[in-house]
């Protein structure tokens, strides 16, 4: 094979060593990195400094794992855990520490809280200019992982502040996979009494949310609030692929995707006990990390022409278009409320205001800088 005449945009290669068709991606706490493999040796990757790709996360290791080709085939990949702490997973099977497993280009790798892809070199070309930056999670990444794992039946749990499009992308992922005509049925897991839960989860003279969504997917938002009783039960029905109404002995099997969200750190609640480890690796079979609104600013005119059409709809009016005006005062905010405080600002702008463009004015003057929700002003004794 002949070493291409110029390096790949945005991808790091190996110095010194002629580069195959295949490159890796990796997307998770550290941002998006991407690394042309060899055509001889092996490519580490890890968190220490010796290491041909390194990853600033926690879950890996120093030295977490190779990835080489076969010394049979150039188009098999094979990838061996250094004895990881995390772990290393192929299509959520967890390997044992040094062992090696054949990869290709359509399997999910996982180390630790990163997912690893086999992606052809020339593929990567034309997202590389994306990750020229390697600390800055690109949205585009996000998205190209869950239409990877959409066609799949791994859960998928999803992570990132509050309001940045956690529930969008669990229905992009079951509007995008084989169960698309199945139910997509959603359970917000915060403050529900345990009762409640388990009656909503498991039924009770009748089917539950699990049963109902047979077939189909299940999307548990906040996750990470479930009871303890609650996560051990619904441990049982992932791992069984059973559920049993609550007051039943009969059990009855049922077909369920799982994709559930949380925006705190599930491995800070492990470790404190307050979440299950067994239902964490059960709900964990690929993990999306969604970055904020902050860092994805060129969405902003997309999302808020979404939001007008929506209204408009919704309120029988034109859709009005934006200024570049508009534009500019949007993408100066903080939006720390994410696409929820955006999507309101969009609202609380279009029904208020008067004229047949949006401007930043309009914007500045109706929707307001972002902001927190201000207290409520005691009153006087004396009045």
């Known amino acids: ?194 009762a409640e839960l388990e009656r909503e989860l498991f039924g009770q003279d009748g089917p539950g949310l699990l049963e109902s969504a047979d077939g189909g997917t299940v999307y548990l938002d906040q996750v990470n609030m479930l009871p303890p009783t609650i996560q051990a039960a619904l441990a049982r029905v992932i791992g069984d692929g059973r559920v049993r109404r609550a007051g039943e002995r009969r059990s009855r099997v049922i077909d369920v995707r799982y994709i559930s969200s949380s925006h705190d750190d599930l491995g800070d609640q492990i470790a404190r006990g307050e979440f299950r480890e067994d239902l964490f690796y059960r709900l964990d079979g690929v993990w999306i990390e969604i970055p904020p609104l902050r860092s994805r600013l060129d969405e902003i005119p997309s999302l808020v022409r979404e939001f007008i059409a929506i209204a408009s709809r919704r309120n029988g009016r034109a859709v009005l278009p934006l200024h570049d005006s508009a534009i500019k005062w949007l993408k100066s905010q903080v939006w720390d409320g994410n696409i929820r405080e955006l999507r309101n600002a969009t609202e609380r702008t279009f029904a208020l205001c008067y004229g047949d463009v949006l401007t930043g004015a309009d914007f500045r003057e109706l929707a307001g800088p972002t902001r927190v929700p201000p207290r409520r002003r005691a009153r006087r004794a004396d009045r």
């Open 1 to 194: 094979m002949q070493p291409p005449k110029r390096d790949d945009p945005g991808v790091t290669r190996a110095p010194g060593r002629e580069l195959s068709r295949w490159c890796i991606l990796a997307v998770g706490r550290a941002g998006v990195r991407a690394r042309a493999l060899p055509t001889g040796g092996a490519l580490t990757i890890g968190r220490g400094e010796d290491v041909d790709l390194r990853l600033e996360d926690s879950t890996i290791s120093r030295r977490h794992a190779q990835i080489r080709l076969s010394s049979s085939s150039a188009e098999e990949v094979i990838i061996h855990d250094l004895g990881s702490s995390f772990g290393t997973r192929v299509g959520g099977e967890r390997l044992e520490p040094g062992s090696s497993a054949s990869v290709g280009p359509g399997d999910v790798i996982e180390l630790g809280a990163t997912i690893v892809l086999l992606q052809p070199r020339a593929l990567l070309e034309v997202v590389a200019p994306e990750l020229s930056e390697p600390t800055a999670t690109t949205m585009e990444a996000v998205l190209a992982l869950a239409e990877r794992v959409a066609p799949s039946d791994i859960n998928v749990l999803l992570t990132g502040e509050t309001g940045v499009g956690k529930s969008r992308l669990a229905r992009r992922i079951h509007d995008r996979s084989p169960r698309s005509r199945a139910p997509f049925l959603e359970l917000e897991c915060v403050g529900m009494a345990r």
